[in-house]
């Protein structure tokens, strides 16, 4: 269990240095939010929400697929309290930011999903 939390750790961490560098490296124009503070929010998110479902698989490994939606919901909700300010209320965002607050979710949604794949698939084989 701890081996996997510091591998995914480990990966999360360098999807965060990769992908944030590599972004912020081809945006020009100033963003009417930090993008760097997108990239952490996910980055931290998807530690959590990998680190509950580990948890909740432990203990009841068939609720963790319904724990994970639920975080999921969980995790949607926070981002929207926190970046109401600087992104929902603001109605002339540009493509380039629209695109800038898509492109972290997906990218850390995608690793969650491939961490979480590999986490169930390895409690189906233990039982």
């Given at each position: 269990m701890i081996k996997r939390i510091l591998v995914?750790?480990?990966?999360?961490?360098?999807?965060f240095a990769i992908s944030y560098t590599s972004h912020s490296y081809f945006i020009t124009e100033p963003m009417a939010f930090e993008l760097w503070h997108v990239y952490l929010y996910h980055a931290c998110a998807a530690l959590i929400v990998y680190i509950?479902?580990?948890?909740?698989?432990?203990?009841?490994?068939?609720q963790a697929g319904y724990a994970y939606l639920a975080l999921m919901l969980l995790k949607i909700g926070i981002f929207?309290?926190?970046f109401k300010n600087s992104v929902?209320?603001?109605?002339?965002?540009?493509?380039?930011?629209?695109?800038?607050?898509?492109?972290?979710?997906?990218?850390f949604l995608i690793a969650e999903a491939i961490g979480l794949a590999k986490l169930l698939n390895n409690q189906k084989l233990a039982d």
């Open positions: 995914f750790t480990l990966s999360i961490f360098l999807l509950c479902v580990e948890g909740v698989a432990s203990i009841l490994p068939n929207v309290f926190v929902l209320e603001n109605d002339t965002l540009t493509r380039v930011e629209r695109i800038a607050l898509v492109v972290p979710l997906f990218l």
